[in-house]
């Protein structure tokens, strides 16, 4: 297990590598140059050149950028003077991925619930019901929903604040619930699937003989069985929120990276455009290898090498 | 001998489907005495799991069965049950063991749990008691080293042990009733003798009574005490072991005998009844074999045979029994087959 986890954690930093050099080749290619006031002076611009390491040669800028990066540097924000990109994301991060987490957490839950309750009313009122109520989640973007909410829950019904974060949880709810549907949704087909699936299976027809309640059938082997397949979708649902939360952040002026990186972007901040592609990838890596692991601890099935 | 546990009285199994009505199980009746082996045979298709399924109260959604069909275990129409009171019998008077082993184990649940399942529910046991009492039952069933496989897995498992860990699960709450659709079928052919031993022994040490169902006559000679033939949905032919293998009176079984495969090679190769069972969804008038019988007379086609008594253990429902129709002898293969088996059974009683 330790040696699977070592080799996957191994592989995860060479993946990161080749983000790392891909951003920063791109960003190269990428039209226009922070420093474009028409007002700088050439010496001035010279200056501020010299101050950001761009009048070296590219191999020595990369390779500077790899190494800064191996020490968890990432260089200095253009946009805001002497912050450096790591401070700038260490503050916002914990915002995103409790935002995140939130709206995971909920998202799944509500699906397991929803898909269950689906499956154990199959082709009934209840199950017709939540089959739409899941497409609607799967096809319409969390931004309109975000917008939906706001309307809704801030002005039509005030309940709820509609932008701010760490004044009170409740400025949480929105944008947890606009994000969560996404992830419900998916959740809820899937686990409905899973579960017609493994209540039609001959285990479950033997925990019948056997004289088991429907109720302990479920509760004992067929929820089990159609919740290690969900595990799987946890890593392709956390890079969902985590482009959905930078329009979502946005809608509800949440100071999360995800924010940060569509302010970076017109501004052309590379080192902030660059450190957030890093950590982005980074947290979609760790996901999926925290499910893989779940997964594997969880399915007696699947051994790991 | 002749004390039957369960009575079977009438039995009629419908199916709703959008092509109609499939009349799966049409008037079955018989009984199953305390302690003996029933076997049902027949070709697939012709009931056998649905009446073992009805047994268990475990039909489809879409099943029908008519108020005249009658279940009696126990002084009490098991068709009457409410699903709470099907709950107490199942796996607990009446248990089952099915077909495929390598299905019908939760893969996601440790094996001595699942043996211990019933158990807890049946037994009001403790977790550590039932799982004490697992650990014995997998022993019973020939585990080797079963303290160091309580905790195994079923993928752990190769599907012959599994089987054991199967009917170890239908033993466990030692049931009046064991019920063994096919139990065997998925399994090779020297795993299978295990289980069908394995089965014998322990019937001999709990004295429950068997069920066991099967496509293959070749596997009923050893298990079982009486033979019920079944054909299209009815019981056509049913009699002592002796009886349905020396002097079987029903074309069909005739067929059934003829295709089973032996050590004898005489004859050499499988030969299958030609043509195909009858539509259930509209099943034909008369003797539903007709069509497949070499042996056909006038009347198949126009009413239904009753059953004639050929002993007191022994009916068959074909007119050939009828004392108008003309005396015709079984097919010559199987009278090959009677001497052979007459002579492995002098050599197994030298022996
Ligand atoms: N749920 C169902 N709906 C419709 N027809 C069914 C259903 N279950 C069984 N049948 C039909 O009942 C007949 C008997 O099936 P079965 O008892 O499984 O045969 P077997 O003797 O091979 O075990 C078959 O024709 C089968 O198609
Ligand atoms: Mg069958």
Redesign the interface.
Known sequence: MWKYILKRLALLLFTLFLVITVTFFLMQIMPGTPFNNPKLTPEALAQLKTTYGLDLPLWQQYWNYLVGALHGDFGTSFQYQNQSVSMLIGQRLPVSAQLGAQALVVGVIAGLIMGAASARNKNNKIDGTLGIVSTLGISVPSFILGIVLVYLFGFKWPLFPVSGWGDSFSQSILPTIALAVSPAAVTTRFVRSEMIEALS???V?????????PK?IVN??AY??SM?PVLTLIGPMAAGLLTGSTLIEQIFSIPGIGQQFVLSIPSKDFPVIMGTTVVYAAMLMVMILITDILTAI????VRLQ | MSNPILKVENLHVNFNTYAGTVQAIRDVSFDLNQGETLAIVGESGSGKSVTTKTL?G?NAKNALIPDNSRLIFKDRNLLDLTE?D???????EI??I?Q?PM???????KIGMQIA??LI??RNMKKEDALKRALELMKGVGIPDSEEHIND?P?QWSGGMRQRA?VA??LAADPEILIADEPTTALDVTIQAQILNLMKTLQKDTGSSIIFITHDLGVVAGMANRVAVMYAGKIVEYGTVDEIFFNPQHPYTWGLLNSMPTTDTQQGGLQAIPGTPPDLLEPPKGDAFASRNAYALAIDSKEEPPFFRVSDTHYAATWLLDERAPKVTPPVKIQKRWAHWREMQEQESQA
């Open positions: 299976s001959d285990y027809q033997l925990a019948k003989a056997k004289g088991l309640s302990e004992k082997h089990r069985n290690i969880i399915d007696p099935r | 268990m475990l709470s099907w709950q107490s019998v199942r796996g607990n248990a089952m099915f495929d299905t019908s184990l939760d893969p996601t649940m399942e019933p529910k049946h897995y993928h199967v699960i239908a």
